[in-house]
């Protein structure tokens, strides 16, 4: 039986930047037109949080039942290191899910955006099928757009949105750059796994890709943030603020371009995030107070 502490460690809490610093970006956009709303921005990231877990376990679940996890070089694993039943781990994805929908209705209902729940229940069957089912997206190299789309574009802009009923451009902008480290994370992740994914048919973007292009493919995710950084810098100053986060790249950027592998990419993965919540709260803070 899995102990707590394993069962934390299965939520894998280094990938809670990706959830939270959109919220922070949205927010600070909706703040910036005079528009925020703490009780929606906590909802909002109490759904973002609760969807990040879900589709952990859920990964954890379905990589594990199709051994794809047997020979894994990154973090514990619930199903894959034998130490929790497949169907215990999966009804922890499914109750994260049930309680983002129960706080992503409460979102709705007080910004009165109904057709807001069409959205939430794309989340949560996004989160499902990246590795679940029969025909996961993740396996056929799709893994990185959803990423984008899900943890960047659709979370930053649905907070600012059922905040201040608008978007702006500065908000979009700050979409993007969340977007494309977050999506960052993924690439560092799946460069890692590139031999052990190969081995077991999960066709990532990748094992497509190949090792070289993979790399150029990371390095030019952690730029586009900062080329967004100087397009808002142009009109809101603050917005330079945002280059504070490029020092917590150094390290993820030595390892890409030097050719670590394996367990050597691993300080890689999370220190993109550790950007990423760096970039998403300096640039909200920006738009919001600049």
Known sequence: MATVAQWIEGARIRTFPNAIAPVLAGSGAAAGIDSFDPVIALLALLVSLLLIIGVNFAN????????????????????????????????????CFGAAALAGIGVVVLSEHWWMLAIGALCIAGAWFYTGGSKPYGYAGLGEVAVFVFFGLIAVLGTMYAQADTISGFGIGAAVGVGALSTGVLVANNLRDIPSDRVTGKNTLAVMLGDRDTRT??????????????????????ALLGFLALPLLLVPLRAVTGGATGKHLIPAVRD???????????????LAFG
């Not at 950084?229 to 603050?238: A, E, K, P, Q």
């Not at 993109?272 to 920006?286: E, H, N, R, V």
């Open 60 to 95: 954890d679940y379905s990589d594990g039942i199709r051994g794809t996890d047997d020979d894994r070089v990154g973090p514990f694993r619930l199903v894959g290191s034998g130490s929790v039943e497949p169907r215990a781990v999966r009804a922890a994805a499914f109750g």
């Open 217 to 238: 493919l990371y390095i030019a995710l952690a730029l586009v943030p900062f080329l967004i950084t100087i397009m808002i810098g142009l009109r809101n100053s603050w």
């Open 272 to 286: 993109t995030g550790f950007a990423m919540l760096a970039w998403g709260a300096l640039t909200g803070g920006a």
